[in-house]
């Protein structure tokens, strides 16, 4: 399965959280035998872009849009639907934060695509996607049985550690 996930920039660099979703989407593609596509949105300089090859993504994104700074929902829904077709992604994988609780319900509407908030582990399945998340609180955990052709992951920080493959990225 194809992975594409959408790594968010603080000033034109990439936090720990973005490199723990790329490595999350690294073990995804490697355990159901696709690849990783990196998203980036705003100015971000080639050598932080290159920087996400070593974490497991075969290839980067790079929309190079002026954000002035905020989430414009819209427009981000727009380009990362956009980079989701171009891809041909079976799975989106973002952040369980405030950008990732906005966009991922948007996203899931406009791709038709089932959507699993808040996980905490890789899938145990992929025919039919099924993975874990925190409920109650993060009390107990709850299983999700995903059954669209896409899929959305929101992945809570530091739920998996950011490994570096030593890997490059193609940057366009």
């Known amino acids: 399965m194809s992975v594409l996930v959408y790594t968010e920039n603080w000033d034109g660099k990439f ?4 490199l723990e979703l790329i490595s999350y989407a690294a073990a995804v593609a490697e355990k159901s035998g696709g690849g990783v596509t990196a998203l980036s949105i705003g100015k971000v300089g080639q050598d932080e872009l290159s920087r996400l ?8 994104l790079s929309v190079d849009v002026e954000t002035g700074g905020g989430l414009d929902n819209q427009l981000f829904t727009a380009i990362i639907a956009k980079a989701m077709e171009k891809t041909g992604a079976g799975m989106l994988v973002m952040a369980h934060n405030n ?7 948007r ?3 406009r791709l ?11 899938p145990e399945s992929f025919d039919p996607l099924v993975v874990e998340k925190k ?6 955990y709850g299983k999700i049985r995903i059954q669209t ?3 959305i992951l929101t992945l809570i920080q530091n739920s998996f550690e950011a490994r570096e493959s030593g890997g490059e990225a193609i940057i366009e």
């Open 53 to 60: 090859g070593a974490y497991g993504a075969s290839r980067v």
């Open 149 to 151: 052709p896409v899929a």
């Open 112 to 122: 038709k695509a089932g959507l699993a908030a808040g996980v905490t582990a890789l």
């Open 135 to 140: 409920v109650f609180s993060g009390k107990a």
């Open 15 to 18: 936090k720990k959280l973005s």
């Open 107 to 109: 996203l899931s509407v």
């Open 99 to 105: 950008t990732g609780k906005a966009l991922a319900p």
